[in-house]
């Protein structure tokens, strides 16, 4: 009996050991704004295949349940406690989180940003899901075409007021706004990721503004709460919702056209590159420097610009008919 318990625990320890040998394995910690958000749940699917892909690399997916700063500074530090090979992060502010992840740098560790970028001396390189100029242009467009020929008030619903993508992102509403003549872009509020608080943002925006005609809301979490919202009221056909969202969490509010078409790129594939980006930096596969062509698997290749940055794909936009489709997936 004694015999069997100690063979059996030593196949135990054996099998562990064949599965995940500590010394050989590259640890990536995929470091996302907020958990719970299903659009990272996206990304961290992408990032476990490509861990697969490569062979042996574990993908830590982490997060705080709040999306600030904050909770990611900590996050970082017990990471770098830990001795993770790589840190790919989307940032909840792009300054605050440099002298953590300098440190992080200074010991060795690969660090990238992804989705929402950090200062460049925060990180090796980032990777945009699309090139900023083109998801905010495509947002300002999209609210033009709901318009449908009218002039009306359009308002933005943001994620948090420090998110590094959204702000990059309204800045190029702004700068284009003047294109679609019929957009007269009003307030931009904050939902904080936070399904309750966007809820109430879109209900804000609604109350004060009688003749607001579209909500913008360049988030996944803003985006289905604000549909949501308008469903809710029986506002549909009245204010429209568009901008960035998951198919999968959206699909009811084409059906009911409180959101009839809205943007985003794939998210599994981000994940994907991202992982396979900090992989390949991590192990000495490639440099990030201006004008390098890093792999990102079957994604394919980033080019990197001056400032260490490269778009992984445009932005694809989801309407009635296609959104079926889509919803199966992410
Ligand atoms: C939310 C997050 C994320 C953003 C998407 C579109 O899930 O804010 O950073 O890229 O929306």
Known sequence: ???LKTLAIGTAIALAMAASP?????????LVKNLGNGFFDAANKGAQQAASDLG??????????????EGQIDIINSLIAKGVNAIAISANDKDALVPALKKAMDRGITVISFDSGV?????????????PDQIGEQNVKMASDLLNGQKGDVAVLSATSTATNQNAWIDVMKKVVGKYPNVNLTSVVYGDDKQDKSYREAEGLIKSNPNLKVIIAPTTVGIAAAAQYVEDQKLVGKVLVTGLGLPSEMAAHVKSGAAPQFALWNPID????A???????????AKAAPGAEIAMGKVGTCKLD???SCPMAPPFVFDAKNIDEFAKIY
């Open 119 to 131: 200062a460049k001396d925060g990180r090796m390189m980032n990777l945009f899901a699309s090139a």
């Open 270 to 273: 981000l994940g994907y590159a």
């Open 306 to 308: 001056d400032d260490l």
């Open 275 to 285: 992982t396979t980006i900090a992989f390949e930096l991590a192990t000495g596969k």
């Open 22 to 30: 500590a010394s050989a394995t590259t640890k990536i910690a995929l």
């Open 56 to 69: 042996d690399v574990q993908v830590i997916y982490t997060g705080p349940t709040q999306a600030t700063p």
């Open 1 to 3: 009996m004694k015999l």
